[in-house]
């Protein structure tokens, strides 16, 4: 078989990983159902060629749990991750273009919350918007964006010294004409590959919190709650509860990250030789 | 890029590592290496962590008394409930209540001392009972006026309002030395009881010895060391034989424990749900009632149509019993209250109430939806369960039942208009009286915790409440619940339905021969211990 060059072997590690975070999602909505059915006469059944992940102390299918609890997970992590990426953006922006002041202001913010560990930054927000799927994601974009927003500011000041942006000041061009026709193109390679890479982050906060107590409600399946609850199973030798869904957690994750690393590679080929 | 999977798989392993390491750690240790468990004369009892006093163990701040009632230990009570929950004395010698019921006359023994050395006289007492109606918000105290010592051994309770049932709250105040009580009592008790509380490292273990200078008969038990831990962390324990008594939950009742065995003690730790009986009003921006509980018909179809014995099976393993009251085999317990599982005939209550099956499955009558929300805390795996048995169970009668976790945060408010999951179970009968009497100035003129009133039904609580003695009160508490034509059975109201008492359960090491239990209480923790002093070693 001839060996594939760099930039297929790139491409074809970030068509792997699109396909199958694709078909988690859409597995997990069509096992919507499935996931939340109780049924006492098959609990606790270890993995079989039914249950190919095993059923819990309530009967459910752990497959059905898991593929839901993954798909919910990468729905929190897209959301608030994009949320977070576009705050990033918005201040990363504003701080390098509107003056010294507002740099100040949202440099000590940046500063600020990336003082605070994440996840109490996260829990805080999250218990004070009341738990649940709102709680998680505002509290999830509202920690996230300050590195984002600290990389996007740097790369602007680095940009407003080149030329052609000098020269377009000169011609009277207004800051906010500047900002939008030439800088963000320049950005948005950037912001996409911050983007994607927020997304593992996003998720396994997600479940940490969850696993912890502080995210979604317990009779949902999410991948925070099925590990937490598969904890207390352990010592039983239940080790199908927790093995497989977090197996899959770890696997979704390293696939954003390969995701998110060949997008950078292939709309920024100079990072390759950094 | 592959540096940084490498540095992932290698956390993971490490992770792997350090977990199994925990695992072996806890293999290697041998029987009895914590110096107490396994020998005479000694015990290792688990509890849950949430059984640790917060306030230390003062009587005033919830010490043996509250929602967990249990025996006091460190100090003595003036009276005590038997095995079937009737009334015996400790401190008392005798009692009597005067005919308005106002006035309850006590005498104490004389030769009781407390560990320092000091008498116990009717002044403590007096102290004792006066302290807590100031300070105590674990339990009622608003009907004692005042605790009056006429002389060293006689102790007067003036009264606000009769109270036949004082007995049983004498049952769980422990009696403090007023001598030697101050801001820090919870944390350095001083009582006359059968142990002394030695040591305290919060957050993990109490040690008890036994009070040398004990008035009654001595504890056969010298040292009891009580260790907080959760359920599967016990289970370890007793697995590396760590401890003597291991308290755990039906999920690991199959664990077969090399020389252990498994103790099941009967309770009145009931779980069931409430349904509120009122049509939906909003006031004060809480929602009181539910448009589909509120059909009397509906509340009785569900009463019959769930099969306890099943749900026992299902999420207890069989160790519990059904429940059909919030105080089952308790002397007031009414046994009107039994009911006998009838899917036709629950089917058969909602069609003829008009509740007719849609094209998908659930009933309707009037647009409203045969369905409810069924609301369990989140993290108690057992009220998970039995809210999903209800909902599967309910479903068979075209019920709908959507379960959601929820913290107790928003709970108590959310159950004025949607079904929660609860757990009762108390030594005295004023649980009837919390949970179905009316309370002045609640909701919309109700119960406290759910909708519902009943004026025949408040009014026998009341006459039971006025009854001279507490063994005269039976009779009108059974009232309340069913005195042939009203109450809160199947036949009359049922705002709740009971759906198991849950046994309590621990890993005994062989060996050691725990006391008859008299039946527990709510709550996993204390109740195991009230008699520790009768435990043996064979």
Redesign the interface.
């Known amino acids: 078989m001839k060996r594939l060059n760099r930039r297929q072997r790139v491409l074809l590690g970030l068509g792997v990983s699109v396909v199958f975070l694709i078909l988690i999602c859409v597995a997990g909505i069509l096992s919507g159902e499935a996931a939340r059915v109780?049924?006492?006469s098959r609990?606790n059944l270890a993995p079989c060629g039914k249950y190919i992940f095993g059923t819990d102390?309530?009967g459910r299918d752990m497959l059905a749990r898991t593929l839901k609890g993954l798909s919910l997970s990468i729905l929190i992590g897209i959301l608030a991750a994009a949320v977070s990426a576009v705050i990033a953006l918005v201040l990363g922006v504003a701080s390098a273009v509107m003056g010294k002041w507002v740099d100040e202001a949202i440099t000590f913010v940046i500063d600020l919350i990336m003082g605070i560990p994440h996840i109490l930054l996260l829990i805080l927000i999250s218990v004070a918007l009341?738990?649940g799927l709102k709680g998680v994601i505002v509290g999830v974009a509202l920690s996230h964006w300050p590195s984002l927003a600290r990389l996007i500011r740097a790369e602007v000041m680095q940009l407003k010294e080149s030329p052609y942006i000098q020269i377009a000041e000169k011609l009277g061009k207004s800051r906010w004409y500047i900002a939008r026709k030439h800088m963000l193109p320049h950005l948005l390679p950037q912001f996409l590959v911050g983007l994607v890479l927020l997304f593992p982050h996003a998720i396994l906060h997600e479940s940490s919190i969850t696993f912890l107590?502080f995210g979604l409600?317990?009779?949902q399946p999410a991948i925070g709650i099925v590990l937490s609850?598969a904890?207390?199973?352990?010592?039983?030798g239940k080790w199908w509860l927790a093995l497989f869904p977090g197996i899959l957690l770890?696997v979704i994750v390293?696939l954003f990250?390969?995701a998110g690393?060949s997008l950078r590679k292939l709309l920024d080929p100079g990072s390759v030789h950094e | 890029m592959k540096r940084k999977i490498t540095a992932i798989i290698c956390c993971a392993v490490l992770a792997a590592g350090m977990l199994a390491g925990c695992g072996r750690g806890a293999d290697k240790t041998e029987t009895g290496q914590t110096g107490e468990s396994g020998k005479k004369g000694q015990v290792v009892v688990t509890m849950p962590v949430t059984s640790e006093p917060e306030a230390g163990f003062d009587p005033a701040y919830g010490w043996g008394a509250g929602e967990h009632v249990h025996e006091p230990l460190v100090q003595s009570t003036l009276t005590t409930t038997t095995k079937d929950l009737k009334l015996g004395k400790d401190l008392a010698t005798d009692y009597s209540v005067s005919e308005d019921g106002l006035t309850w006359t006590v005498s104490i023994r004389d030769d009781v001392k407390f560990t320092d050395g000091e008498p116990l006289t009717a002044e403590d007492v007096a102290f004792t009972y006066n302290n807590c109606r100031e300070k105590s918000t674990v339990n009622d105290f608003t009907m004692l006026k005042e605790a009056v010592a006429t002389d060293g051994t006689t102790v007067e309770f003036h009264m606000n309002r009769p109270f036949s049932i004082w007995p049983y709250t004498m049952a769980v105040v422990g009696i403090v030395p007023e001598h030697a009580y101050d801001e820090s009592y919870g944390q350095n008790p001083i009582g006359s009881g059968r142990y002394i509380m030695k040591q305290w490292d919060k957050g993990q273990q109490v040690i008890f010895e036994a009070n040398p200078d004990y008035y009654g008969e001595a504890p056969k038990i010298q040292k009891v060391t009580v260790l907080f831990m959760e359920e599967d962390a016990a289970l370890a324990a007793a697995m590396a034989g760590q401890v003597d008594v291991a308290h755990t939950a039906a999920s690991y009742s199959s664990q077969e424990i090399d020389g252990y065995g498994l103790l099941a003690v009967q309770t009145v730790d009931n779980r069931g749900f409430n349904l509120p009986c009122s049509e939906p009003q909003e006031k004060d921006g809480v929602t009181y009632g539910n448009a589909f509980t509120s059909d009397i018909n509906v509340r009785r179809a569900i009463n019959i149509g769930i099969d306890r014995q099943e749900m026992i099976e299902n999420v207890l393993a069989g160790y519990g019993t059904a429940a059909y009251s919030v105080c089952d085999k308790m002397p007031w317990y009414n046994e009107e209250c039994e009911v006998a599982f009838d899917r036709e005939g629950a089917k058969k209550l909602l069609d003829d109430a008009g509740w007719t099956v849609g094209s998908d499955g659930i009933r309707e009558k009037n647009g409203v939806k045969a369905a409810f929300t069924l609301m369990f805390s989140s993290g108690d795996s057992v009220r998970q369960a039995l809210a999903e048995d209800t909902a599967n169970q309910l479903k068979e009668l075209g019920i709908q039942v959507t379960t959601e976790g929820v913290g107790w945060d928003t709970a108590y408010e959310r159950a004025q208009s949607e079904p929660l999951v609860w757990g009762w179970g108390a030594h005295t009968p004023m649980e009837l009286y919390n949970i179905y009497h009316t309370l002045e100035g609640t909701g919309i003129g109700q119960a406290e915790y759910s909708p519902y009133a009943n004026e025949t039904v408040d009014s026998y609580m009341d006459q039971a409440l006025e009854a001279g003695t507490a063994e005269e009160s039976y009779e009108l508490w059974q009232k309340a619940q069913w005195d042939g034509s009203t109450g809160i059975t199947q036949e009359g109201d049922i705002p709740w339905i009971w759906l198991c008492n849950i046994d309590h359960l621990y890993f005994v090491r062989d060996g050691l021969k725990v006391a008859d239990q008299k039946i527990h209480p709510h709550g996993h923790g204390w109740s195991i211990i009230n008699n520790v002093d009768q435990w043996a070693w064979e």
């Open positions: 109780t049924d006492f609990k102390w309530l009341g738990k107590g409600s317990t009779e609850e904890m207390k199973y352990l010592i039983t770890v390293v990250y390969v690393e």
